[in-house]
């Protein structure tokens, strides 16, 4: 019984870290285009 509940908790946690290394990746993605955007804009003249 114990180890399935141990097994139950790890793929839990798996998934969270699945869901959030998404999240990251396409915050990273969104970070970067909007810098590209800005220094675009600063530098022109």
Same mark, same amino acid.
């Given at each position: &019984?114990?180890? !399935?509940? /141990? /097994? +139950?908790? /790890?793929? /839990?946690?798996y !998934? +969270? =870290?699945?869901? $959030? *290394?998404? =999240?990251?990746?396409v %915050?990273?993605? @969104? *970070? *970067?285009?909007? =810098? $590209? @955007? !800005?220094?675009q &804009?600063l %530098? #022109? #003249?």
């Open positions: &019984m114990e180890k !399935s509940k /141990k /097994k +139950n908790q /790890k793929e /839990k946690i !998934s +969270n =870290a699945g869901i $959030t *290394l998404i =999240a990251l990746v %915050t990273i993605i @969104v *970070l *970067l285009i909007l =810098a $590209t @955007v !800005s220094v &804009m %530098t #022109r #003249r």
